[in-house]
């Protein structure tokens, strides 16, 4: 038996390559769609669609979280840090507002600071293994200001003040 047509082989390598080409675009124009989709979804809520992009740059899928953050006062590349952290939107913008950066915070935090309370400390320049022992012996931060002023370790002010010594 003989065949008395061939396949042209031109023929052939056109269908590979448009199936090839249309295995890469019909995927890519999906994903492409998907996109646009959220973007616009995100654009009712005033994200802009460079601003949705940055969110999703940097970890953050959900707009209510995104909504969370910005309404505090964050950018996407701003409160990577603090909740790469563990830090709560609100927390963190208390601790931006006792002038504390990340690192700081989470020192303060680590021995039980709230940040209005290590704000005090902080503006009094404790650093925090001072405010710790200050603190230990029951002192505030005015309190304890005012007696290193006067060249008071915090266990001298404690003993002074229990004796009734007035600061």
């Not at 995927?27 to 802009?48: D, H, I, M, N």
């Not at 963190?92 to 005090?120: C, G, I, L, Q, T």
């Not at 060249?151 to 002074?160: D, E, I, L, Q, V």
């Amino acid at each position: 038996m003989q065949m008395k047509g061939s396949i042209n082989p031109w023929s052939s390598r056109l269908l590979i390559v448009l199936c090839l080409v249309l295995s890469f675009l019909v995927p890519y124009s999906g994903g492409v769609l998907v996109q646009k989709a959220l973007t616009a979804r995100w654009e009712r809520y005033g994200f802009t669609p460079d601003g949705t992009l940055s969110w999703w740059d940097n970890s953050v899928y959900s707009m209510k979280t995104a909504i969370k953050w910005r309404s505090k006062g964050f950018t996407a590349s701003g409160m990577r840090q603090w909740k790469a952290m563990d830090i709560s939107p609100e927390e963190a913008s208390e601790w931006r507002n006792a002038r504390a950066d990340v690192a700081a915070a989470v020192e303060w935090r680590r021995y039980a600071f709230a940040p209005e309370r290590a704000a005090d400390w902080m503006r009094f320049q404790f650093s925090i293994g001072d405010a710790i022992a200050w603190r230990k012996h029951g002192f505030e931060a005015k309190e304890a200001a005012a007696w290193r002023e006067k060249g008071m370790s915090p266990t001298g002010a404690a003993r002074a003040k229990r004796s009734g010594a007035v600061q």
